[in-house]
């Protein structure tokens, strides 16, 4: 190759991308990529890999027959970030109906449940932060604090949930105060087990005397078909800042909707929308 053709080739190369530091943090879903593999498969499957309703329980009709009524007035114009009027004030009548009640201040709609644990940790994760999280975990949940830079700390599991009787040993060998903790308190994903009420308020004080933010997400508390509810967080600590919830329609209507809301401090309500904006 004579020297005008290896100049050629270096002014022609693929450049080396810019990449900001946190790219390589952004691991992806092995549960989500598995749905490519599953479309490819032409026999029947049941879905253990993620918490997916079976297609036979999403009421496709009755979404059917909603749909053709409301199309006639429907406005396909941009809407409030924090949601649609008439649906918050829907979500607040209907959380009405359960253990916890809420308010339109508390309330912004999402993309889902993924939207309002990206924004949970967009306002509280900063690079080197220390997070705490269930072993084993949803790991689109711990992927996000990962994709902040958190550091995370993994607290076994057991039949009553998290084993907060080990956090204050473990956190302490940290040398750090963690800034978040991350659960799925009520039919965890994957174990489905589901943390005791002493439990949640032993990690209620730890979180107090920490100043953490506990991200309480909690999809499938609403499914209960056996057995008694135990309190939730808000119920046992009402209207506490350091509880920031998530919840969605993906289980109790279908996950294509991609609806779901963050129930959180009235001071964060603002910057929840401020951070919507920058998503979607």
Same mark, same amino acid.
């Given at each position: 190759?004579?020297?005008?053709?290896?100049?050629?080739?270096?002014? +022609? *190369?693929?450049?080396?991308? &810019?990449?900001?530091?946190?790219?390589?943090?952004? =691991?992806?879903?092995?549960?989500?990529?598995?749905?490519? %593999?599953?479309?490819?498969?032409? +026999?029947?499957?049941?879905?253990?890999?993620?918490?997916?309703?079976? @297609?036979?329980?999403?009421?496709? +009709?009755?979404?059917?027959?909603?749909?053709?009524?409301?199309?006639? +007035?429907?406005?396909?114009?941009?809407?409030?970030t924090?949601?649609?009027?008439?649906?918050?004030? %829907?979500? !607040?009548?209907? %959380?009405?109906?359960? &253990?916890? $009640?809420?308010?339109?201040?508390?309330? =912004?709609?999402?993309?889902?449940?993924?939207?309002?644990?990206?924004?949970a940790c967009?306002?509280? =994760?900063d690079?080197?932060?220390? =997070?705490?999280?269930?072993?084993?975990?949803?790991?689109?949940?711990?992927?996000?604090?990962?994709?902040? #830079?958190?550091?995370?700390?993994?607290?076994?599991?057991?039949? @009553? #949930?998290?084993?907060?009787?080990?956090?204050?040993?473990?956190?302490?060998?940290?040398?750090?105060?963690?800034?978040?903790i991350?659960?799925?308190?009520?039919?965890?994903?994957p174990?489905?087990?589901?943390?005791?009420?002493?439990?949640?308020?032993?990690?209620?004080?730890?979180?107090h005397?920490? #100043?953490? !933010?506990?991200? @309480?997400d909690?999809?499938?508390? /609403?499914?209960?078909?056996?057995? *008694?509810?135990?309190?939730?967080?808000?119920?046992?600590? &009402?209207?506490?800042?350091?509880?920031?919830?998530?919840?969605?329609?993906?289980?109790?209507?279908? &996950?294509?909707?991609?609806?779901?809301?963050?129930?959180a401090? $009235?001071?964060?309500?603002? /910057?929840?929308?401020?951070?919507k904006?920058?998503m @979607?």
């Amino acid at each position: 190759m004579t020297t005008t053709e290896t100049a050629y080739q270096n002014r +022609h *190369s693929a450049p080396t991308l &810019p990449l900001a530091g946190r790219a390589k943090d952004l =691991v992806g879903s092995m549960i989500d990529s598995s749905t490519s %593999l599953l479309a490819a498969q032409s +026999h029947d499957i049941v879905r253990f890999a993620m918490g997916s309703p079976a @297609d036979e329980a999403v009421p496709a +009709h009755e979404f059917r027959q909603i749909a053709g009524e409301i199309l006639d +007035h429907a406005s396909f114009t941009y809407g409030a970030t924090e949601g649609e009027p008439r649906l918050l004030q %829907l979500l !607040v009548d209907y %959380l009405a109906t359960t &253990p916890d $009640p809420s308010s339109l201040d508390r309330l =912004v709609i999402t993309t889902g449940g993924m939207q309002g644990l990206d924004l949970a940790c967009k306002l509280f =994760v900063d690079p080197g932060d220390l =997070v705490i999280v269930e072993s084993p975990t949803y790991t689109n949940g711990s992927a996000t604090a990962l994709s902040y #830079g958190a550091q995370l700390l993994e607290v076994p599991v057991d039949d @009553d #949930g998290m084993q907060v009787d080990q956090l204050e040993a473990l956190v302490a060998r940290t040398r750090q105060t963690p800034k978040a903790i991350y659960t799925i308190p009520t039919f965890q994903n994957p174990s489905g087990v589901t943390m005791s009420e002493e439990r949640r308020r032993e990690l209620l004080r730890l979180a107090h005397t920490w #100043g953490s !933010v506990i991200i @309480d997400d909690d999809p499938y508390g /609403l499914l209960r078909f056996a057995g *008694s509810d135990i309190p939730t967080f808000q119920t046992l600590s &009402p209207g506490d800042p350091l509880i920031f919830s998530v919840r969605t329609f993906s289980k109790i209507l279908a &996950p294509g909707w991609r609806v779901g809301w963050v129930d959180a401090d $009235p001071s964060l309500r603002q /910057l929840l929308i401020n951070g919507k904006q920058a998503m @979607d």
